[in-house]
């Protein structure tokens, strides 16, 4: 199978982040995405996050409509907190062929990641841009001399390693919408109706 890996620590989980897992999926025939919630997110740390138990509930209630879309626990269990591990140990449990989908500023970032010259090798990675500009390739990936290949959205990947969908995904961040709970404004067609019954049941982000 073709699993696309989508981790983060939905916080809570969006249509962005829905939209984003559904386009990596139709782009690159993949069987499935699965939304590995975080364990302990290494840039996270000394910064308030909601209990990952709540977090994976809301994955889970945000994945209900889609089948391809499926929610992960195995960095919980395996109690993993970066990608170039989680990867390894996918690998030792299943025979699937997994890829990664990151989001721009989580790429342009990746140098910070442990490993990520081995995370480059270890797997194709899908980057999600809101729009393409050739000029905004950030240095230490050039410095790399791996090639990309640019999609639109409605493409088909063909071979690579490293390749970025251009699209118009929607402009949501988790932090906007913490904010905006917090705020007591609306986040009615940022997340699904069925998240905001849950931050409202759990009294989160207030």
Known sequence: MRIGIFGGTFDPPHL????????????????????MVSNKPPHKIGKPIIPVGK??????????????????????KNGLSYT?????????????????????DSFIELPTWKNYKGLLRETEIIVIKRKWREEKIPE????TG????????????????????SCAT??????????KVKRGLSIK????????????KEGLYK
């Open 16 to 35: 962005g982040h829905l939209r984003a897992a559904e386009l990596a999926r139709e782009s690159f025939s993949l069987n499935e995405v699965w939304l």
């Open 146 to 165: 791996m090639e990309v290949s640019v999609l639109k959205e409605g493409e088909k990947a063909s071979e690579g390693r490293i390749f970025f969908i």
């Open 140 to 143: 230490w990936f050039l410095k």
């Open 84 to 104: 170039i591990d989680t990867l390894r140990e996918l690998k030792k449990h299943y025979l699937h062929d997994f890829f990664l989908i990151i989001g721009e």
């Open 189 to 200: 067609y940022l997340v699904p109706q069925k998240i905001i019954e849950y931050i409202e």
């Open 55 to 76: 977090r994976l509930k809301m994955a889970e209630i945000a994945s209900l409509d889609n089948p391809y879309i499926k929610v992960s626990d195995f960095e919980i």
């Open 170 to 179: 929607l402009p949501i961040s988790s932090s906007m919408v913490r904010e």
